[in-house]
């Protein structure tokens, strides 16, 4: 099956600077990789997702990079907030089946 | 849109029993997921189901956990009997199980077993 790989497992950054978070995946047929953002107690949100025929997609702050050559993916957050402090997980997802798997998570804290 | 409802938030039992937890997914979500998530730690699949049948459980641990979706809607997870190592969260998930679809969880249920 699928195996995805999270790095950092931790994260601190100042405010006002760029946090980046990487992923690797195994399984060449993963197509969709969403990251999730986790407050402490909260369910995971969706924060943002990309295709696996896209490189790169912003929202804002907020950008994932894709590259399906090397297998792996990122997250970056620029101009970082103290409301960025959280959990963060990448998953990939083989479309057939729809099955998402998922990294071990980056706490990121952003220090004032 | 009303999101993904699970009951109970929070569940303390003692080793060797059983509990059951409650999921209600979005409306129209054919796809239904349960992971467990054990602190510090990514969600873990326990099983997926598309309407009422299953797609995988092959991480289930079968011998101890059970799980239906009767008329593909609500979903019901059940652990007997409990084991310290399933002190986790439970969280419910759906999806409208189209290509390139986001789950959406539910809050989760905190689990403790003493």
């Known amino acids: 099956g699928e195996n995805v790989e999270q790095h950092p497992s931790t994260l601190s950054v100042q405010e006002g600077d760029s946090a980046v978070i990487k992923c690797t995946y195994s399984?060449?047929?993963?197509?969709?990789f969403p990251w999730y953002k986790q407050e402490l107690g909260k369910r995971p949100q969706l924060i943002i997702d990309?295709?696996?025929?896209?490189g790169e997609k912003k929202d804002q702050r907020i950008a994932v990079t894709l590259n399906k050559t090397a297998k792996h993916f990122s997250l970056h957050i620029t101009e970082t907030q103290p409301e960025d402090s959280a959990v963060y997980f990448c998953?990939?997802?083989?479309?057939?089946?729809?099955?998402?798997?998922f990294g071990t998570g980056t706490s990121l804290t952003v220090i004032p | 849109e009303a999101g993904v409802a699970q009951s109970p938030r929070y569940k303390i039992i003692e080793k060797r029993q059983s509990v059951a937890f409650w999921c209600n997914p979005i409306s129209g979500h054919a796809t239904l997921y349960w992971y467990q998530q054990i602190l510090g730690q990514g969600p873990k699949l326990l099983i997926q189901?598309?309407?009422?049948?299953?797609?995988?459980d092959s991480q289930l641990p079968k011998d101890r956990f059970s799980a239906e979706r009767l008329k593909g809607v609500d979903s019901t997870l059940k652990i007997q009997p409990a084991k310290l190592e399933d002190s986790a969260v439970y969280l419910c998930?759906?999806?409208?199980?189209?290509?390139?679809?986001?789950?959406?969880f539910g809050n989760g249920t905190r689990l403790t077993v003493t």
């Open positions: 998930a759906s999806s409208a199980g189209a290509f390139f679809s986001p789950l959406h």
């Open positions: 399984d060449s047929a993963s197509n969709y």
């Open positions: 189901f598309q309407n009422n049948g299953v797609v995988d």
């Open positions: 998953a990939a997802s083989v479309g057939t089946g729809n099955q998402f798997y």
């Open positions: 990309i295709r696996s025929n896209v």
